[in-house]
Each structure stands twice: as C-alpha cells, then as structure tokens.
C-alpha cells in the first residue's frame, strides 16, 4: 500500500528551532511543516549524552507516528548528541526508509570556503562544545582549518528572557567574543552554532572587530533541504505540499506561542502533546 503523504518534521528542544525553520520555509514554501518544541525537558545544551539521546529519540518516534518520513534536528545539542546513534542504531530497526537529519553537517561542509585565514571560532551552548562535534566534523572537510570554541551559557537564558536587546546582555557578549579571540586573533569566520544564537546577531556586531564575517545556520540548512530533496526524489515524493504549518510543544501553550513570535518572527497557533 502506498503511504500517504506527510509533513517534514522540524525538531528542537525548545523555540530556537523556528529561527531555522523560517529559513526552510523561506526557500521551501510549498510543503508542510510539523514542529515540536520539546519545552518540557528543555535545555538540552546542560545534559549528558544519554539524556540528550533519549529524549531526543523519543521525539524522532512522536514524528514518525504523525506519519513524517523525514525529520530535522533543527537542535545543534540533539545533532551533537543523539544524531548519529539514532542514525546508525535506530532508524534501521524503527523505520528503516525515514531519514533524521541534522543542522551540523551542512554547516561544516561549507565552512571552509568562507574563511581566508583558515580560523574558525565556534559560539555555543556547553553540549555541543563538549561534543566536539563541530571541530571533528571540519577536519573531515577541511583537515587545514584551525577551530576555536567557546561555550557561551549565559546567551540562551538572555533571549529567552528576551533580554538580548538591552544593555543587561553587553557583559555576556562582549565577555564570551573576547575570551574566543583571544584563543586566536586570526580567526576571521564565527559560527553562531546555537538557533538562539541569531537574535543576538546585532549585539555580536557591536562587539566585533571589523573584518569578521558571524554566519548563522538557518539559511545553510535550508539550502542543504532543498539540495538533499532534489538529490533523493523518492524522499520528495513522499513529503505533502499544501503550505501547511503545525506548530507543537511538550509544555505550556501560553508561553511557547509568545515566544513563538520571537523566533518565528510571526504569530503561531500551538497545541501541547504528550510524547507517552
């Protein structure tokens, strides 16, 4: 029996998962979108691997029982964490034709070809740092590229707080870019490698030198979708095309639709869902 068509599940732990999925839905707009913000049990950025990995998995089996054949962990702490086991160890037992991608990846393939200096500094969450994640998936690509990281924990709670804008998130911006240039101050190329991390964007290059280009992953991985269904039709041809948005979260409907704005840069309707 053919299976019926269904929407591209986009995941994150919490809201900062829309700022990527607005950029998919700028390049891809015909399809339909699932999202759920596991709320609940956020942050992920502070927990252990096992953690990240289970709950993470619980919310790649909450998609695939919506009937989504392709999910994105729009989540760097998930994509650092719990990627590649479900990958390699679950998808060929659960749902062998459905694909989980991650936000890591795309990021690091074109990396390289933006810095000149061959330095490349690395914002995020302490997680994904300890991962080691971005600076072993680089050298894959670009074995030459020197990587610096810094854990920026403060800079989630600030927008969050939606204290980002004010002149409370300066200490916390200024402090976490100095301490990382001061790793090296030839590194010309910041990741922002946290989907918080971009409405912060205007505080970062108050407190830049001139000279650095910040990238953010929102665009990256929607140009890495697109190119991933162009190259894997029969992925494509399993995905719904009415413009659909659906908007979920694990906890309180109220406050994830306020946020939702935020990071959005819409309004949005959410339903709360129980993943037992």
Known sequence: MEKALAPIGVFDSGYGGLTVLKKIV???????YLYLGDNARAPYGTRSFETVYRYTLDCVKWFFAQG??????ACNTAS????????QQDLPEIAPTNRVLGVIRPTTELIGTLTKTGKVGILATKGTVSSGSYPIEIEKFYPDISVYQEACPMWVPLVENNEHAGLGADYFVKKHLDSLLEKNSSIDTLLLACTHYPLLMD?????????IQVISQGEIV??????????????EKRLSKTGSRRFCTTDDITDFEQHASLFYGAAIKAEKINLT
């Open 203 to 211: 505080k970062i290059k108050q407190f830049l030198p001139d000279g």
């Open 68 to 73: 989504c054949p392709l999910v994105i962990l």
């Open 26 to 32: 700028d390049v891809l707009p015909a399809y339909d």
């Open 80 to 87: 650092a964490k719990a990627l590649r086991s479900i990958q």
């Open 222 to 235: 929607a140009n890495s979708l697109s190119d991933y269904l162009q190259r894997h039709p029969e992925m």
